[in-house]
């Protein structure tokens, strides 16, 4: 084992981008940061951020618990660590908190191991523990990624998101777990309804490919799960019918919501306009929400190691020592 502390530094994601739903995941730039080393003694962990009050620190924890899993798949024994964690990325939102969260323990853990498991080996983990391959994987690769799991083995494309496109997310005020929001889904689905889905998901897949930015509009369409939870999100039909009045190239309900995402060129200018178009829209509702302009992240996780004087300083110290540099 490694007896350094290890940084990893992991993007949020949005998922099911428009008709991919379960399949295709986009990286963003904003972040979450999990430091990691082997504990003298007793395992501590230490949470910091928004609404990370209600996390348990002892040994229930997923943090800790995913890092068990990459030691024993290793053949490696449970090992007492040192976790810190914080989060820029909000809690039931639909921007991949859980995802961040899992493949940041995973890494770390694997670093801390002297990398025993390959990034495919840890894709499979992650998948496996969040139930679908799009919010791990953007968070595991970066970029777009188009991902394909059938419970057992999980395969993806990574794709290297439009340039000159901004995302627009407006996080309302309120948490939607991703397993009520899967709940509200039904059983079954028209055959009308599977061919619409898998046409528009493949033909965006194929104008993301191709660089045909001017198909995006009109392949971001879905009907798999968006209608079915927009119950749940007053404002959000009429913002997914709406916004492209505003100056959108497209919406999307971010992962299983209550997140909406908007697309934007960076040169629009529209901006502004869109922005109050979405929290309005959302106010009117009742609903309080934030905006935060975000682009596509390209990278996944960035390792970092600390070892010497450094090893005294805070994760909350490193990480405003590395936004300022
Ligand atoms: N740092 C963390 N430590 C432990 N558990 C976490 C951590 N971050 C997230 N979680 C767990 O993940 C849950 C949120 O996952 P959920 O899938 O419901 O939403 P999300 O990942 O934010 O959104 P989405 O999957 O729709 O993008 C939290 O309620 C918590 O149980
Ligand atoms: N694809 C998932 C993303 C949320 O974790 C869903 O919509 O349920």
Redesign the pocket.
Known sequence: MDNRRIIVKIP????NLGPGFDTLGMALSLY?W?DMSIADEETEIE?LGNG?E???RDKS???YKVAQLVFKEAGLPEQELNIA?Y?D?????????????IV?ALVAANALAGFPLTEQQLFTIATRL?GHPD?VGASLFGGIIVAAWDGDRVDHIRLEPPAGIDMLVAIPDF???????RHALPQQYSKQDAVYNISHSSLLVAALASGRIDLIRYAMKDRVHEPYRAALIPGMSQILRDAGEHGAISTAL????P?LLALIESDSQRKDELERFLLDTLGNEGVEAKSVWLKPCLTGPELQWLDGPTGEISLMEWIKGEVKA
């Open positions: 949020a994601s949005t998922a979450a999990i949470l990370m209600s996390i348990p924890n997923l943090l964690m989060s990325i909000p809690l039931t939102r639909g921007l991949g908190s859980s995802a961040s969260a940041g969040e919010n948490h939607l777990a991703t397993e009520k929001a971010s992962g299983a919501g997140t």
